[in-house]
């Protein structure tokens, strides 16, 4: 828990910090300068954020040995990875509220109704499951290699890109009113998809 408290506190630094660099870096009347990129500003410090987030968490447990404690304590692999899935993403959840917590203040965003605000909330409750999925692959995959910090990030660019597009653009279509399932769906989706591999898959990818 100590552990975990650590790295979701160096996500949120590095969050504000990535925003406040966005924000500062732009002109005082930044709605001309940035357009519909405005909705894609949060999602890119989220994403940038749980990378680092899955770099640290992976660090600790290839230190830590703490899949040799999975090993003697009897535990699958299928539970690791659902349990490990879990965990994360409920920290990317608290990511993703504080990252919009910084766009709401930097960028002066303002909500219309109590719906919206629930709305952004619950779009990140599918992103943060899928990101956390693809980030316990991707662990699996590259714990093993001499490369694995380039490897985690060669492979969670690509499986997560795909999810912050879909959240991205159902943010933006919540604010112009146009019909935001497409996206949803979308993240519902490649989070079966990923669930279902990873579950398949994970044992395997670990072992090897």
């Known amino acids: 828990m100590y552990a975990s408290g650590l790295i979701i506190f160096a996500g949120l630094i590095f969050s504000l910090s990535l925003m406040a ?3 500062f870096s732009l002109p005082n009347d930044f709605s001309d300068a940035t357009g519909d990129f405005l909705y894609a ?19 600790w447990e290839f230190d830590g040995k703490a899949y040799r404690l999975y090993f003697l304590c009897g535990i699958s692999l299928e539970k690791v990875f659902v349990g490990k899935s879990i965990a994360a993403s409920m920290m990317l959840w608290i990511l993703y509220i504080f990252v919009g917590l910084w766009w709401f ?9 109590f719906r919206h605000f629930l709305s952004l909330l619950l779009i990140g409750v599918p992103l943060s499951i899928g990101l956390a999925i693809c980030g316990q692959m991707v662990s699996a ?6 490369y694995r910090y380039f490897l985690s990030v060669a492979l969670f660019v690509p499986l997560g890109l795909p999810l912050i597009i879909a959240a991205s653009g159902q943010v933006q279509a919540l604010a112009i009113g146009l019909d935001t ?6 993240m519902i989706a490649a989070i079966f998809i990923y669930g279902g591999s990873g579950w398949m898959l ?4 670990f072992e090897e």
């Open 141 to 146: 995959l590259a714990q093993h290699s001499a």
């Open 181 to 186: 399932m497409k996206n949803f769906g979308l």
């Open 21 to 23: 660099l966005i924000r």
């Open 105 to 113: 203040l930097f960028f002066s965003i303002s909500i219309d109704t």
């Open 41 to 59: 500003i949060p999602f890119f410090a989220y994403f940038i954020s749980a990378l680092l987030i899955l770099l640290i968490a992976q660090d």
């Open 202 to 205: 994970y044992a395997y990818l």
